[in-house]
């Protein structure tokens, strides 16, 4: 989850999570290359009285600074493209589950086997019990199998909204009419919390999403007690 | 009488200074990029690395279902 002063990502939970991390580190190392030296050469030109002014020609720098940007805009594009199609790879989920949004909950039916399907409200700040978190905390949590893939299926009941897990790099859009489809698989057990990503109502801040992620004995007792 | 009038070489200070200052620039912005470099991406590379060298997934699930935070095991 996210905490005080947090500057960077959330801890990855998942290898696609941990390669979008370390391709961010990588484009930002690159911003900060281009920006210090815009900064140099802003103080560069303000800190000389000399001139130049009958410039008519600068043939060789610009050949310069069209075939860098290129170069730098290439470095950016291959890793990017890397982790996009690593995405879409064929990964044969053994589980499946959908989550409709609603406003303002969310749903979710695990119907590989047997019919199980519930309702996931936010806890309100008045009935959280010490320790809980605020805004972030849910009564019926999505309990999943750990190190496993499970596909998710996404889409909504009513209006947009966005089913987003940041430690698990996940952000999906959920639209009315359409099943949009995720793939997830966590490298840890634990709490992993996410908030509704796209604007729906006055409720939208208050519709979080969270996965418990367990051994599969554990997911399946969780499963049959659910039914 | 010849005269022999003597043009003055411009001293060209503005162009000394700028292929200086833009040898000093990319030096610079190329020792931020490998300051960065060496100093956050491959640790944080080496840290996900160490993490999970030796990493016992039941173990920590076992130690957070003793802390009491799971719905799903009590």
Redesign the interface.
């Known amino acids: 989850m996210a905490y005080p002063f947090q500057l960077g990502f959330q801890d ?1 939970t998942s290898p696609i999570m ?1 390669e979008l ?2 391709f961010h ?2 484009t ?3 911003v ?3 920006s ?2 815009v900064l ?2 802003i103080s ?1 030109m303000l800190t ?1 009285k ?3 002014t009958s410039t008519m020609d600068a043939q060789e720098v610009e050949t310069i600074w069209t075939i860098l940007p290129a170069i730098i805009l290439i470095l950016i594009a291959l890793p990017s493209l890397r982790i996009l199609y690593m995405m879409d790879e064929i990964n044969s989920p053994s589980l499946t589950v959908k989550t409709m949004g609603h406003q303002w909950y969310w749903s979710y039916e695990y119907t590989d086997y047997e019919d199980l399907s519930f309702d996931s409200y936010m806890i309100p700040t008045q009935e959280l019990k010490p320790g809980e978190l605020r805004l972030l905390e849910v009564d ?2 999505v ?1 999943l199998p ?2 496993v893939t499970v596909r998710m299926l996404i889409s909504s009941e009513d209006v947009l909204h966005s089913w987003a897990v940041p430690s698990l790099g996940l952000k999906t859009d959920a639209i009315p009419g359409r099943l949009n489809q995720t793939t997830l698989m966590g ?5 992993y919390y996410g908030q509704c990503s796209e604007i729906c109502g006055s409720n939208h801040s208050f519709m979080p999403i969270v996965l ?1 992620l ?2 599969l004995p ?2 399946e ?2 499963s049959v007690s659910m039914l | 009488v010849q005269c022999i009038i003597l043009h003055p070489h411009p001293p060209r ?3 000394k ?1 700028l292929r200086f ?1 833009i040898v ?3 030096a ?3 020792g ?2 490998a300051f ?2 060496f100093a ?2 491959k640790p ?2 080496k840290a ?1 690395a160490d993490f ?1 060298r030796n ?1 016992d ?2 173990k ?2 076992e130690k ?1 279902k003793k802390a009491g ?5 009590k």
């Open positions: 990855a941990e991390l370390h580190d990588h930002l190392m690159i900060f290359l281009i210090s030296l140099y050469i560069l000389t000399l001139t130049h019926n949590r309990v750990m190190e490298t840890r057990p634990g709490l418990e367990v051994p554990y997911f007792k969780w | 200070l503005l162009a200074r200052h000093g620039a990319f610079v912005s190329l931020v990029a960065l470099k956050v991406a944080g590379k996900y999970y990493y997934s039941m920590d699930f957070m935070i799971f719905q799903s095991a």
